[in-house]
């Protein structure tokens, strides 16, 4: 189970973090992402870190330098640090999990999703 939180309405410009709090599988083990949907656009990957081999990090161009993902094993929660954002930010967040994911960006190859959390610039 992921279950995401933070999201909020903020100032262009401003910072905003979100967190995902999982539970129920070996969270140490799986590869996590962010993806954000838009109203009337695709889900899309915001970023993804990986702890087997690594603490590999994964972004999209439009929010590198930006956004930060890292995660706590100990806590089981992955976070999102957002800075410097802008209206095109807006969007639902969703956490994902998963164990052989593909390509990061891919949403196919997530196995559980939190319902999402609603980040409004």
């Known amino acids: 189970q992921l279950v995401e939180s933070g999201g909020d309405l903020v100032q262009p410009g401003g910072s905003l973090s979100v967190s995902c709090a999982a539970s129920?599988?070996?969270?140490?083990?799986?590869?996590m992402a962010w993806f954000r949907q838009a109203p009337g656009k695709e889900r899309e990957g915001v970023a993804a870190?990986?702890?087997?081999?690594?603490?590999?990090?994964y972004y999209d161009p439009s929010v590198k330098g930006r956004f930060t993902i890292s995660r706590d094993v100990d806590k089981n929660t992955v976070y999102l640090q957002m800075n410097n954002l802008k209206p095109e930010d807006t969007a639902m967040y969703y956490c994902?999990?998963?164990?052989?994911?593909?390509?990061?960006?891919?949403?196919?190859?997530?196995?559980?999703w939190g319902q999402g959390t609603q980040g409004t610039v």
């Open positions: 994902a999990a998963g164990q052989y994911v593909g390509a990061w960006y891919n949403p196919r190859g997530y196995e559980d």
């Open positions: 870190i990986r702890t087997t081999g690594g603490m590999n990090t």
């Open positions: 129920g599988f070996t969270f140490s083990s799986y590869y």
